[in-house]
């Protein structure tokens, strides 16, 4: 039941993302309304009315999964309220000319069925784990603080950067020297959350938590995450972007090959 409302409100999120950006001719508006969407998604998850549940944990998760969305949400709007449209909408926009609103419907309707599964380890979280909190709940709340503070502190360096005006140039300080994409692999490291509260091999059902961490780590590192941004940091850095793929991780921060200029 909870899995079918929230694909029902999910579509209805999207399809009023479509329509946003449409009038507004900026493709970044999805992401917000996808963010929020989402966050809402996991709290009526993680809260869904059921009597042997803990009614502390579910508020717990509930907590974690607004506080991720409040804090990436309110990130991703603003910069989209205050800059011209992503790269990767303005690349697709190019790409798809004339059918760039029709296949743009698909991309963003698909969302929805992507956030309902993510709710599934929510939801799992929620209503699983011990009878009582434990350590296993306090250690999936840090998880939780360590990835939002690692992504704040990736997207204010970036932010520094670009203050500075490097032009044409590849940010390769920080955790950017570690990771070329740093603020998705805190991004992905959040979701680990729920496992961590509530994860049970003898469990059957709490193998469940591990499908939102699974279904992230996919999307951001192989389908629309580092693949799209990759492509076009490519076109527009060259070299120097081939370099620094040469010398940093894509994804899991580790010590760089080389020396970072």
């Known amino acids: 039941m909870p899995f079918l409302v929230i694909l029902a409100g999910m579509a209805v999120v999207m399809t009023a993302s479509w329509l946003t950006q ?56 603003l910069r989209v309220a205050t800059s011209s449209e992503d790269t990767r909408y303005a690349n697709l926009r ?22 309902a599964i993510l709710t599934l380890s929510v939801f799992v979280a929620g209503h699983g784990g011990g009878a009582e909190l434990g350590l296993r709940d306090a250690l999936g709340a840090l998880v939780l603080v360590i990835a939002i503070a690692g992504e704040g502190l990736a997207d204010e360096q970036m932010r520094a950067f670009k203050r500075q005006g490097h032009h044409g140039a590849v940010m390769d300080k920080g955790l950017w020297g570690w990771s070329r994409h740093p603020n998705y692999f805190f991004e992905w490291l959040g979701w680990l959350a729920y496992p961590v509260i509530a994860f049970d091999p003898a469990e059957p059902w709490s193998w469940a938590t591990w499908i939102a961490p699974l279904v992230m780590f996919l999307l951001l590192r192989f389908g629309t995450g580092v693949p799209t941004l990759e492509k076009t940091m490519l076109k527009s850095r060259g070299d120097k972007f081939r370099d620094y793929q040469r010398r940093v991780s894509a994804f899991f921060p580790l010590p760089p090959k080389g020396k970072t200029t």
Not at 57 to 74: C, E, I, K, M, S
């Open 94 to 115: 190019e790409e798809w000319g004339a059918k760039f609103q029709a296949n743009m419907f698909w991309l963003v309707i698909v969302q929805a069925p992507a956030t």
């Open 22 to 77: 449409r009038g507004i001719r900026n493709g970044g508006w999805v992401d917000v309304f996808w963010t929020f969407g989402t966050g809402a998604a996991c709290v009526a998850a993680a809260l869904w009315p059921e009597p042997a549940a803990n009614a502390t944990r579910q508020l717990l998760v509930a907590g974690l999964a607004a506080v991720w969305a409040l804090r990436l949400g309110g990130y991703i709007a």
